[in-house]
């Protein structure tokens, strides 16, 4: 258990951050369509430079804490063929996921669970496919399937809904004179 505790750490932080960027952008939400307002594509635009930057700077700083070169020919295409895939699967979600905050008026206790239960659920089922015939799949893969949709559900309808109430104007109060203080 102790050499999987760095991955659980990282994993959990990975939720966190996803976790957080579903009501994160619904803080982007305007009412108004351009000119006077913004379409939802207007943040997306920083989400990708969020994005490249700490990509490129985390990548090659960890590339070089690790040894690694900094040379993508010959076998070393491998990487970023597949890291570029997963790169434009990433960025393509986040587009995806960015419309759909952006249609739901910024619901993230709808959108977010349906997010992330279901790519579980995409995970273990391209696991399978990318396995099959080498194992065979257990019951249990479709029961807790199954238990994720409930999960879903159930997560969504009793997640509390609604928005903050908007902070009150501080008012201003006359200052008060102290005895002796001139």
């Known amino acids: 258990m102790k050499n999987m505790l760095i991955p659980i750490l990282f994993a959990v932080a990975t939720a966190c951050c996803w976790g957080l960027y579903g009501p994160t952008i619904g803080n982007a939400q305007v009412k108004l369509p351009p000119p006077q307002g913004w379409s939802p594509f207007k943040p997306y635009v920083f989400i990708g430079i969020a994005y490249l930057v700490l990509a490129i700077a985390g990548g090659l700083i960890a590339m070089k804490l690790k040894g690694d070169t900094f040379s993508y020919t010959g076998e ?3 990487p970023a063929k597949w890291g570029f895939l997963a790169g434009a699967l990433g960025a393509a979600g986040a587009l995806f996921l960015t419309t759909a905050m952006m249609t739901s008026k910024g619901n993230a206790l709808l959108v977010m669970p349906i997010v992330f239960g279901g790519a579980v659920c995409v995970t ?6 990318k396995l099959r015939g080498h194992t065979t799949v257990s019951p249990a893969l479709w029961v807790g399937m199954a238990l994720v949709l409930v999960g879903v559900v159930t997560v969504a309808r009793n ?3 609604g928005h903050a109430a908007p ?8 200052a008060s004179e102290s005895p002796g203080h001139e």
């Open 159 to 161: 997640t509390p809904h």
């Open 167 to 174: 902070a009150k104007p501080a008012t201003e109060e006359p």
């Open 76 to 78: 070393h295409f491998i």
């Open 124 to 129: 273990a089922l391209a696991s399978a496919y």
